[in-house]
């Protein structure tokens, strides 16, 4: 009689295989962004802003700021990561973001030119979007914003359109307005 596999192993190594793709895609963080920084100039960064609001602190600031209609700006936002760095040597080319590799990530918006550079990536989760990174580069700064919840499908491309047309300035304006 043939010997049947043994499911148990089956099922290890298929979540072995799920855990190790999990583990390949790119952790985005402000560290990784400040380790970007000095890789492209050869230098840390010159000054740096770095917010990260968990999940009670988030819930806290939508409530302050929902108005008398009850609408949540970010509605489904549970955590935000925005980190805002001045670059050494602004007045040479941006920063290539673009040159981050990038694995396990959806990408919406991927641009480079010498004035600026800029990536929305994202993980959806069901028909929503459950985790959105944007990082955009001029001559002068570096912004990198994280977003997590059961965001817009509609906020990658919203947020993309604010960095091609303002560059990372306008989007840090958005993120601090928590106005999407």
């Not at 010997?3 to 985005?28: D, K, Q, Y």
């Not at 550079?117 to 959105?132: A, E, N, R, Y």
């Not at 700064?141 to 047309?165: C, D, F, I, M, W």
Request: net charge negative; aromatic share 4%.
């Amino acid at each position: 009689m043939p010997e049947r596999p043994n499911r148990g192993r089956i099922s290890l190594l298929a979540a072995a295989v799920v855990v190790s793709c999990l583990a390949c895609a790119t952790n985005f963080s402000p560290e990784m962004m400040r380790s970007q920084i000095r890789d492209q100039r050869g230098e840390d960064p010159l000054a740096a802003f770095e917010l990260n609001l968990g999940r009670f602190t988030t819930l806290m600031i939508k409530s302050a700021l929902a108005g008398e209609d009850g609408e949540l700006p970010f509605r489904g936002l549970t955590s935000l990561q925005v980190a805002v760095y001045e670059v050494p040597a602004p007045s040479g080319p941006a920063l290539d973001v673009t040159a981050i590799p990038v694995r396990g990530w959806e990408q919406v918006i991927r641009a480079h030119d010498q004035k600026r550079s800029g990536m929305v990536l994202i993980k959806p989760k069901g028909g929503m979007v459950g985790d959105l990174v944007v990082v955009g580069a001029d001559p002068e700064r570096v912004l990198y914003a994280r977003l997590k919840g059961t965001l817009s499908p509609e906020l990658p491309a919203e947020l993309g359109n604010v960095l091609q047309e303002g560059g990372p300035s306008e989007v840090q304006r958005v993120l601090s307005e928590l106005d999407g």
